[in-house]
């Protein structure tokens, strides 16, 4: 897998359910950072989980972290139908000169049908 | 409120036209950098400012150039572009990561740039 590679690469549910999208890397990092990008528009930084952190909640957001696994899971509970967006998991790797940098993968487009 | 903001937001240039894209940050960060998005390969950085001054490559600068007179501001210039420049291109700011893990990156709205 690539550093910050998102799966699945699309997620279709209803409304009301809860929709888990995952997040796997190759190098070790200092932390991980999930956007949310609506089509077309900027993104729109949801939560940020430190390598020493296993989890952490936001709203109907939770972000898990195992570094053991190098993966990192967002879960959206009770879906909306205005959470139809695509998901990206940002990398900021640990060492070396990544200053202010994130690497990305391909992100998941999650359609949530009313 | 914190802002990262670009312009233009969308543009159709001709190749071998110079452009810039603006970006300036309300919040005092240090590291600046300019990434791009395109269909299948994701976002990737072009290039990033530690601070006033001091720039250095990302992982595609060919064809990019930019500037960091001051610290809010951090352009991108496209010297002459061409179309396979045609992306989608983000700027975005963070403060120093110091010895913390790593601190929140904020992106702008997006630039569409379109050249034929």
């Known amino acids: 897998s690539q550093q910050g590679e998102e799966d699945p690469q699309a997620l279709s549910i209803q409304e009301g359910e809860n929709a888990t999208m995952n997040c796997s890397y190759k190098?070790?990092?200092?932390?991980l950072q999930w956007y949310r990008q609506n089509s077309g528009r900027g993104l729109v930084h949801l939560i940020l989980?430190?390598?020493?952190?296993r989890e952490k909640h936001s709203g109907r957001l939770r972000v898990t972290l195992d570094t053991s696994k190098k993966s990192s899971s967002l879960l959206i509970t009770a879906s909306r139908a205005a959470d139809t967006a695509s998901y990206f998991c940002?990398?900021?790797?640990?060492?070396?000169?990544?200053?202010?940098?994130?690497?990305f993968g391909q992100g998941t487009i999650l359609t949530v049908h009313p | 409120e914190a802002q990262v903001t670009q312009n233009p937001r969308y543009l159709i240039t001709v190749t071998g036209k110079k452009l810039t894209v603006t970006c300036s940050q309300n919040?005092?960060?240090?590291?600046m950098s300019w990434y791009r998005q395109d269909p299948g390969l994701g976002l990737r950085q072009i290039y990033y400012?530690?601070?006033?001054?001091?720039?250095d490559k990302g992982d595609v600068p060919e064809g990019y150039k930019v500037s960091r007179k001051e610290k809010r501001n951090f352009p991108l210039i496209l010297e002459s572009p061409s179309p396979n420049q045609t992306s989608l291109y983000f700027c975005?700011?963070?403060?120093?990561?110091?010895?913390?893990?790593?601190?929140?990156?904020?992106f702008g709205e997006g630039s569409w740039l379109t050249v034929v």
């Open positions: 975005a700011s963070s403060t120093r990561r110091g010895n913390s893990p790593g601190n929140t990156i904020y």
């Open positions: 190098t070790s990092i200092n932390n």
């Open positions: 989980i430190r390598s020493n952190e």
């Open positions: 940002g990398c900021d790797n640990a060492g070396g000169t990544s200053y202010g940098k994130l690497t």
């Open positions: 919040m005092n960060h240090e590291y």
């Open positions: 400012s530690m601070n006033v001054e001091v720039t």
